[in-house]
């Protein structure tokens, strides 16, 4: 068996979730060779998972692009505004590409992106880890199954969590737009591919409506501080308050955010005046109703598919986790977490005919981001077998497949900026100009 060598641009969390999966389940399959990232800590915590391999170590993405091509394929992991150009290099390197979404947060870079892969014949696989999760693919072969007859509609949903939205988008990485990107794209651009994986048919146009309603100086209880840390005269019954990193959202959230040499000094566990201490400076300290967020924190979407087929998907941040509904010609089959609390099923199809109830358990091993539902797990369980496939249409999550999902996303902040139905062959016409 070939052993594919692996390099990673950006060290984050995504990148080290799946280092570590891969250390775990495909170790024997995969030696990493390079880490870039200006921060050594997050390089050495990845690079201690191959104690016997040569790693080599780069402050940037420059400094490793300049190097001779030393892995077969690169991750990236940096943030959203920096995928294209590290990417770009890699491509023209001789890189393959495992690329977190979104694949840019410019869409006429998106496009250049997926035409250099073709020309230059080289594999790019969108980490669109929810293609992967034992859910969303039994979902897919119930539809596959013709079980539920020609869909006609779908309504989906996705609820962020309070807190996910407090700690991301509103203190934290994806809370400024114009840095990062569109929540629609940040967060959603998994919703919308998705829908288009299951529906299997192009999307013609979309419109949407959503905003910024919550999480805004206006909604402040009065004499709330800047800070949580500050004494606020409504910490003990703010679901927000940033002292609760020190306990009940101490796990998972502080660690992908705070000093690594800190946690790792403390074996993962900072104390608590560390954690004060962080709370009086970083952006996670900051009262809610008081940040620079631009991020949206409700907004939905409607889309016209080929044939007819419609679709709805609403994104707020005040519900959590992930619904859809699936109208077939022959019944109805609902999912998620909502069916989950209220029927004990992960899904279920109500049949029109015979009024007959089928209903699935899905199960799920744990691994990587637990919110992910098994989709880390699953997305490099199939890597290795995607990275040495012959047939690139092969892969389950090309950069060819995710443009798709990527035009409907700009699509709906279009529409949503501008009050109108974007039609998305016009988009990417206009982009390709
Ligand atoms: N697939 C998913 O479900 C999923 C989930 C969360 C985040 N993401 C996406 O993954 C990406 C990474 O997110 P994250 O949370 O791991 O971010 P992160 O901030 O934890 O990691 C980014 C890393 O890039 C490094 N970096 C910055 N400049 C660099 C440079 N010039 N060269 C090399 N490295 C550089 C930073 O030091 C940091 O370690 C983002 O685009 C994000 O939107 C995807």
Redo the contacts with the bound molecule.
């Keep these: 068996m070939r052993t594919i060598k692996l390099a990673a641009?950006?060290?984050?969390?995504?990148?080290t979730v799946y280092a570590n999966l891969v250390k775990q389940i495909a170790g024997e399959k995969f030696k990493i060779t390079a880490l870039?990232?200006?921060?050594k800590e997050?390089r050495d915590e990845i690079a201690g998972y191959e104690k016997t391999a040569e790693i080599r170590h780069f402050d940037?993405?420059?400094e490793f692009l300049k190097q001779e091509k030393m892995a077969d394929a690169v991750i990236i992991?940096?943030?959203?505004d920096?995928?294209f150009n590290?990417a770009m290099g890699a491509l023209k390197k001789g890189y393959d590409i495992i690329l977190?979404?979104?694949i840019s947060n410019n869409l006429e870079e998106v496009l250049i992106l997926d035409r250099t892969a073709r020309e230059l014949n080289r594999k790019v696989i969108v980490?669109?880890?929810l293609r992967y999760t034992p859910f969303y693919n039994k979902v897919k072969e119930v539809i596959e199954s013709g079980l539920i007859g020609e869909i006609v509609t779908v309504n989906a949903s996705e609820g962020v969590g309070t807190w996910h939205m407090a700690h991301s988008f509103v203190r934290g990485?994806?809370a400024d737009t114009e840095k990062s990107s569109p929540m629609i794209l940040?967060k959603s651009c998994?919703d919308m591919d998705i829908l288009s994986w299951l529906v299997q048919k192009k999307c013609l146009a979309v419109s949407s409506f959503g905003g910024l309603e919550f999480f805004r100086e206006q909604n402040a209880p009065p004499n709330a501080p800047f800070r949580c840390i500050d004494g606020c005269p409504v910490a003990e019954s703010c679901q927000y308050n940033a002292l609760l990193y020190m306990n009940e959202q101490r796990v998972p959230w502080l660690s992908?955010v705070f000093d690594p040499e800190s946690m790792k000094k403390n074996q993962g566990g900072a104390s608590d005046d560390e954690i004060r201490k962080w709370l009086e400076t970083s952006p996670w300290g900051r009262c809610v109703y008081h940040c620079d967020n631009n991020a949206v924190d409700h907004q939905v979407v409607t889309m016209s598919f080929e044939d007819g087929i419609t679709a709805t998907f609403t994104m707020t941040a005040f519900d959590e986790g992930r619904n859809i509904e699936i109208c077939g010609t022959k019944g109805t089959l609902k999912g998620g977490t909502y069916t989950q609390k209220i029927t004990s099923h992960d899904l279920v199809f109500y049949d029109n005919r015979y009024g007959k109830i089928t209903t699935w358990d899905i199960e799920v091993e744990s691994g990587g981001?637990d919110s992910?539902v098994g989709g880390d797990l699953g997305f490099v369980s199939m890597l290795y077998e995607e990275l040495t496939a012959e047939d690139p249409s092969l892969m389950r999550s090309s950069i060819h497949e995710s443009v798709e999902s990527h035009v409907m996303a700009w699509g709906a902040e279009i529409s949503r900026k501008e009050n109108r139905v974007v039609e998305l062959k016009e988009l990417v016409k206009k982009m390709e100009l």
């Design positions: 641009i950006g060290c984050g969390n995504r990148t870039a990232d200006p921060v997050r940037s993405a420059d992991g940096t943030q959203d920096y995928h590290p977190e979404k979104p980490c669109h880890v990485k994806w940040a998994h992908v981001n992910h």
